[in-house]
């Protein structure tokens, strides 16, 4: 195998959101899957192509999904592409950009599975730090890395860049500026109208949260018809299936089933937040739909433990930086009591 | 001679298009996999399984081996690419016999390999012209067995002995996409027990019925699965399309009577074929290579007749098209548009009597430029 990348060879890989076996059993607020299904019209949209026409490829442009998304967003069609989850688009951004051993960076902690993506392409990785005010610690004036992540909200702490804070961001950047808005709906602003303004913007989407369509693999961009062609080039020729593309352009098209689902997970996330500070736990203010939260004696791993054994799944992160506290994803207001109750019990 | 876009719609008694370029399995899946996803939809709001064990398990157990042999991708087609990536790297040569499925060139192209094609004798892959091609810059040949677009196959005793003189270090792909068609289904598995080097490819998309859902898998060691898998993302199959595809690997007689069929409807065609003297491929899988004198012409023509199929210039058979084999009475449509096409034009040919196999066109540089 002398063909082959030691890197590959060596890698470890990514670890997610521990998935247990027995589902229905667990509480689960580690994954920040969204606690209500997805609209009856997806549903009804999924039924309605799953027939004997599965027989034949999808359409491989998902001219509609992409129709249905620049609507939504206010863009012409040239500028919006749809993925199998905004994780590809992550990687296809890193593929598209940087070579092998170029760098990329993003910021620490943000979404980890970056550094995973970085290196099966082989670039190279630069991590900055930030502070509860969002300031990024030792950016230089124009950052030369082939493409950089900003995950806005941040993910796992909930911190949201001003639109201006971006702007400023992406002008300090040689490269692309790639704005992860995975949790953008649950938060009151968002940085779609940089891409009309920034030669470098990219914003990337997921149907994974807001729309609760995890199990799908649906996610979007929206950025110059450059980039777009660019990304249309390198990805797999069918990477959207049917039922993924049938229920992509109904849950666009469903806003008020989005914007209603939202509004309760913000009004739960944000009495939970108080709640829990209720019972002397620090917790950042949150764009997304989770929290991270620390207990009064900043040790995460044993609240973890002890949820554990009560069949309540939180994420921890044993990095040092993140292990006095946990993301606890929002569920329904009903599972938060339970959550709270059990954090109660535990003290 | 007329051109193709002179020819006026004729369509009357064609109530609706029937599309047999895409290799798709007409009779569609099995009710199963369809009942199975309408139970499962609710659950979309859930990721999916990250490496999809059930059905890796399943597969396992159908193939009487390990998991670990096993993973799935996005359609077979993710896989060639991720395969592509990692052993077609830049500086090194990628041998692909050809005529074959335009992916194995295209994403070993944009992986940075240097393509090297080779040809057929007597439409089948000449496995001595890919064995005198290799030098010490290749690192991977891939092999459609049965092959598209030729729709044969290569008999296991001559593979076996082929694989036997294949340097170690090079990787063999065998994409077996039509393997349920073909004569020896338990091919690719039984090489695999013969060569550590080997990935084999097979899909849901074909005989399965699926292809309107993306899924495939790779078979191989698991030191090589866990090569091909670091270079994917997670995720990278839906959780409907796992449900899918399990609930039809369980339901093999469905595919019994997939592959059941398609014998039966091969004799209904090749009857119909010799009766009109249209030279043919015999094929091992559920398309069809016929001998029309001019592909696209042809092909637009039978657009006339919503009958849609595959010219094959761009494989460098420009007087071949090739078709999906279809139910009786998709044959007969088809049957009716050759005929009367073949009766009006004058570069469609009438083959001898018996009809033969067609002659190969040569492969030589001007049909496989890379
Ligand atoms: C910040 C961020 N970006 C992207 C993703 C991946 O989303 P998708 O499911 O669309 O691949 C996640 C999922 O957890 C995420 O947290
Ligand atoms: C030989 C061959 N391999 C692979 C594929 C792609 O299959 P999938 O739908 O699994 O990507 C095809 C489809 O036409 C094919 O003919």
């Known amino acids: 195998?002398?063909?082959?990348?030691?890197?590959?060879?060596?890698?470890?890989?990514?670890?997610?959101?521990?998935?247990?076996?027995?589902?229905?059993?667990?509480?689960?607020?580690?994954?920040?899957?969204?606690?209500?299904?997805?609209?009856?019209?997806?549903?009804?949209?999924?039924?309605?192509?799953?027939?004997?026409?599965?027989?034949?490829?999808?359409?491989?442009?998902?001219?509609?999904?992409?129709?249905?998304?620049?609507?939504?967003?206010?863009?012409?069609?040239?500028?919006?592409?749809?993925?199998?989850?905004?994780?590809?688009?992550?990687?296809?951004?890193?593929?598209?950009?940087?070579?092998?051993?170029?760098?990329?960076?993003?910021?620490?902690?943000?979404?980890?599975?970056?550094?995973?993506?970085?290196?099966?392409?082989?670039?190279?990785?630069?991590?900055?730090?930030?502070?509860?005010e969002r300031e990024i610690v030792d950016f230089p004036d124009l950052y030369q890395g082939k493409l950089f992540f900003l995950t806005n909200p941040n993910a796992p702490l909930g911190l949201t860049w001003t639109v201006d804070e971006v702007a400023n961001l992406s002008d300090r950047c040689a490269g692309l500026l790639v704005v992860d808005e995975a949790y953008a709906d649950f938060s009151d602003g968002n940085c779609l109208d940089l891409v009309r303004l920034k030669q470098n913007v990219v914003v990337t989407r997921t149907l994974s949260k807001s729309y609760s369509l995890a199990g799908m693999r649906l996610g979007l961009a929206i950025t110059r018809p450059e980039v777009i062609a660019a990304l249309d080039k390198i990805r797999d020729h069918y990477n959207l299936d049917r039922l993924a593309q049938a229920a992509a352009v109904a849950a666009l098209e469903d806003q008020g089933y989005l914007l209603n689902c939202v509004a309760q997970v913000c009004a739960t996330r944000d009495w939970f937040r108080e709640e829990l500070a209720k019972r002397g736990y620090h917790v950042l203010p949150s764009g997304g739909n989770y929290v991270f939260a620390s207990p009064p004696d900043r040790n995460g791993r044993r609240v973890y433990d002890s949820l554990y054994s009560r069949k309540i799944l939180v994420r921890y992160f044993s990095d040092p930086a993140l292990s006095h506290g946990l993301r606890i994803s929002i569920g329904t207001r009903e599972q938060m009591e339970v959550t709270l109750q059990a954090l109660s019990e535990i003290g | 001679m007329m051109a193709a876009t002179d020819l006026v719609p004729r369509v009357e008694n064609a109530a609706y298009v029937v599309d047999l370029a895409n290799n798709e399995n007409l009779m569609g899946p099995s009710p199963l996999a369809i009942e199975a996803i309408q139970r499962e939809a609710a659950q979309v709001y859930r990721y999916p399984d990250i490496d999809g064990t059930p059905?890796?398990?399943?597969?396992?157990?159908?193939?009487?081996?390990?998991?670990?042999?096993?993973?799935?991708?996005?359609?077979?087609?993710?896989?060639?690419?991720?395969?592509?990536?990692?052993?077609?790297?830049?500086?090194?040569?990628?041998?692909?016999?050809?005529?074959?499925?335009?992916?194995?060139?295209?994403?070993?192209?944009?992986?940075?390999?240097?393509?090297?094609?080779?040809?057929?004798?007597?439409?089948?892959?000449?496995?001595?012209?890919?064995?005198?091609?290799?030098?010490?810059?290749?690192?991977?040949?891939?092999?459609?067995?049965?092959?598209?677009?030729?729709?044969?196959?290569?008999?296991?005793?001559?593979?076996?002995?082929?694989?036997?003189?294949?340097?170690?270090?090079?990787?063999?792909?065998?994409?077996?996409?039509?393997?349920?068609?073909?004569?020896?289904?338990?091919?690719?598995?039984?090489?695999?027990?013969q060569r550590e080097n080997l990935i084999v490819l097979r899909t849901f998309s074909k005989a399965y019925g699926l292809a309107g859902l993306r899924i495939g898998y790779a078979i191989g060691s698991p030191d090589l699965i866990r090569i091909v898998q670091s270079q994917r993302q997670q995720f990278n199959v839906n959780r409907l399309a796992h449900t899918a595809a399990l609930a039809a690997l369980k339901d093999q007689d469905y595919l019994l009577r997939v592959l059941g069929n398609n014998v039966v409807f091969k004799r209904i065609l090749y009857a119909g074929l010799s009766d009109l003297r249209i030279a043919h491929v015999p094929s091992f899988t559920n398309f069809i290579l016929l001998y029309c004198g001019y592909a696209l012409a042809t092909s637009e023509a039978l657009k006339t007749y919503r009958l849609l199929v595959k010219p094959l210039e761009r494989f460098g058979l420009h007087e071949f098209i090739r078709v999906t084999i279809g139910p009786p009475e998709t044959i007969e449509r088809l049957l009716i548009a050759l005929k009367e096409i073949q009766s009006e034009q004058s570069w469609f040919p009438v083959s001898e009597c018996p009809v033969s196999v067609p002659k190969q066109p040569c492969s030589g540089e001007k049909l496989w430029r890379y």
């Open chain 1, 1 to 132: 195998m002398s063909y082959l990348r030691q890197s590959i060879i060596d890698m470890a890989g990514y670890v997610p959101g521990f998935q247990p076996p027995d589902e229905k059993d667990w509480l689960k607020l580690n994954t920040n899957e969204n606690p209500f299904p997805p609209s009856p019209r997806v549903l009804a949209a999924i039924q309605a192509a799953t027939n004997g026409d599965l027989r034949k490829y999808p359409d491989a442009t998902c001219r509609a999904g992409r129709e249905a998304a620049a609507a939504l967003y206010g863009y012409s069609d040239d500028w919006v592409i749809l993925a199998n989850g905004s994780d590809e688009l992550l990687n296809n951004l890193i593929r598209a950009s940087a070579g092998e051993g170029d760098e990329i960076g993003f910021l620490n902690p943000s979404y980890s599975y970056y550094a995973t993506l970085a290196e099966i392409q082989g670039a190279k990785v630069r991590t900055f730090n930030f502070t509860d």
């Open chain 2, 55 to 193: 059905l890796l398990d399943a597969l396992a157990e159908h193939y009487e081996t390990e998991t670990e042999h096993f993973m799935l991708g996005n359609g077979s087609n993710e896989l060639i690419d991720l395969i592509a990536r990692q052993w077609a790297r830049p500086g090194t040569e990628v041998i692909v016999p050809s005529p074959s499925f335009l992916p194995y060139g295209s994403a070993s192209q944009r992986a940075g390999a240097k393509i090297i094609r080779t040809g057929l004798r007597d439409w089948h892959f000449d496995l001595d012209a890919v064995v005198d091609m290799i030098c010490e810059k290749t690192s991977l040949i891939i092999l459609g067995n049965p092959n598209n677009p030729t729709g044969t196959e290569i008999d296991r005793g001559t593979l076996e002995h082929w694989l036997a003189t294949i340097p170690e270090d090079i990787l063999v792909v065998l994409d077996e996409a039509y393997a349920e068609y073909s004569s020896d289904q338990g091919l690719g598995l039984a090489l695999l027990k």
